[in-house]
């Protein structure tokens, strides 16, 4: 399965084809999706363009991408940086008057297991966030719900090549015991390299301008569905890993 991140906590300011409101999110979303996604994942945005999960930007942007891309699963953030409260975050999730299909939940975050059952209990599937170099996937692994979320986001951090890919094999070791589907992928320099990866080991991939800003050549990319089209074309091509 290959997802596309539509914008994640970037701003105009780093990319201005970031898609912020509703209707841009639509937009990306189509042409993702027909350049190859199977599955969104986005950042809500409020009117000065920042992260949010009030219940009135999560409705809007998810019924607008619903509309732009039928019978696709969408999902959302729960990033602590919108609301570092964990307590707070879980009460916005029961205030949700849309539903995305999921919502990813960052394990190393304070208060993960307490939103990740806010969640659950709506009938929403969890996307375990799982990020290298942190003590995240011991304490999703601990969590007694861990084996009732949809998949685990590995994610890898470091973004120099080397780094990055010691990283990720020491992340997937880690989550060995996982009994959930697991999607890897880096970001900036190194998302291109753990795309690879992920398509040599059969794993779940995602790409898109919240992960990174360039084509593999180097080129700025100039929107969500070009991003789609090369890790079509790097998919297609990577042979399966030979097991050890």
């Keep these: 399965m290959l997802q596309v991140c539509l914008n994640g906590a970037r701003s105009r300011a780093e990319c201005g084809r970031l898609p912020v409101t509703a209707e841009e999110l639509a937009v990306a979303a189509r042409e ?3 350049a190859g996604a199977e599955d969104v994942h986005l950042h809500p945005k409020d009117g000065d363009g920042r992260d949010t999960l009030e219940a009135d930007a999560v ?6 991408v619903r509309v732009a891309v039928p019978g696709i ?6 990033g602590a940086w919108a609301t570092p409260d964990p307590r707070a975050r879980a009460a916005q999730v029961r205030a949700w008057s849309v539903l995305p299909d999921h919502a990813s939940v960052n394990w190393h975050e304070d208060g993960a297991a307490e939103v990740a059952e806010a969640l659950l209990e709506r009938g929403i599937g969890v996307e375990a966030g799982v990020y290298s170099g942190t003590p995240a996937a011991r304490r999703f692994l601990d969590w007694p719900g861990s084996g009732r979320v949809l998949r685990v986001l590995a994610e890898v951090t470091d ?6 890919l010691e990283a990720a094999a020491g992340l997937l070791d880690a989550l060995a ?10 970001e900036d320099a190194a998302a291109w390299p753990v795309l690879r990866l992920a398509a040599a080991r059969r794993l779940h991939a995602r790409i898109g ?9 180097g080129a700025p990319a100039p929107d969500n569905a070009a991003l789609v089209r090369a890790a079509r074309e790097i998919i297609r091509h990577t042979p399966a890993a030979t097991p050890a």
């Design 159 to 164: 973004t120099s090549l080397r780094g990055a």
């Design 177 to 186: 015991p996982a009994r959930a589907p697991i999607l890897l992928h880096g």
């Design 32 to 34: 993702a999706v027909a």
């Design 209 to 217: 301008l919240e992960d990174v800003l360039h084509l593999p050549g």
């Design 59 to 64: 409705a809007a942007a998810v019924s607008a």
């Design 73 to 78: 699963p969408v999902g959302v953030t729960t």
